[in-house]
T-cell receptor
């Protein structure tokens, strides 16, 4: 079983739709959580951090449920430019040794 | 451009040959990471450095793989006796010291390796 699991999709939605992605992680020692975005043939880039109380950045809302070890990303009013792969990422480590563990990603296609 | 740079962008090699990739991180970043990504998968952690010290290596990193960061600046990743299964995108990323709370990884464009 992978440490970070995501539905690979693709999610194919019309412009303006609301879409939600889910992610589960297996290591309860995971300390911080993020969503990264990766465009086709490009490098991953940080989209947003995920805080315990939930957080919003414009059309994007992230939620964390530590008890269920579950993270979500909600995108409202989808734009064509939102088409990309969304990577769920957890930070874990101890002492000075930390690393980010990536899920396989969920692909989103927004159609006109 | 002060981002992370990787060289070469593409490398095609024959099975059994050795290859070396270079990564130049953002200059003020003391943490440097190597990841490998194959089609349809997320980046898989290979190894990381804090300054010149290699602090962790993944079990994915067989004896054929070696990474260095001799002066705590640029890093090299060498693969000896390449195999077709080594074909992937090799991504380098850097970050600042996380004590300030910013754990953002800044990735380079990657080196795409094809082993024929």
């Amino acid at each position: 079983r992978k440490e970070v699991e995501q539905d690979p999709g693709p999610f194919n939605v019309p412009e303006g739709a609301t879409v939600a992605f889910n992610c589960t992680y297996s290591n309860s020692a995971s300390q911080s959580f993020f969503w990264y975005r990766q465009d086709c043939r490009k490098e991953p880039k940080l989209l947003m951090s995920v805080y315990s109380s939930g957080n919003e950045d414009g059309r994007f809302t992230a939620q964390l449920n530590r008890a269920s070890q579950y993270i979500s990303l909600l995108i409202r009013d989808s734009k064509l430019s939102d088409s990309a792969t969304y990577l769920c990422v957890v930070l874990r480590g101890m002492d000075s040794s930390y690393k980010l563990i990536f899920g396989s990603g969920t692909r989103l296609l927004v159609r006109p | 451009d002060t981002g992370v740079s990787q060289d070469p962008r593409h490398k095609i090699t024959k099975r059994g040959q050795n290859v070396t990739f270079r990564c130049d991180p953002i200059s003020e970043h003391n943490r440097l990471y190597w990841y490998r990504q194959t089609l349809g998968q997320g980046p898989e952690f290979l190894t990381y450095f804090q300054n010149e010290a290699q602090l962790e290596k993944s079990r994915l990193l067989s004896d054929r793989f070696s990474a260095e960061r001799p002066k705590g600046s640029f890093s090299t990743l060498e693969i000896q006796r390449t195999e077709q299964g080594d074909s992937a995108m090799y991504l380098c990323a850097s970050s600042s010291d996380w004590t300030g709370g910013d754990v953002t990884l800044h990735f380079g464009n990657g080196t795409r390796l094809t082993v024929t």
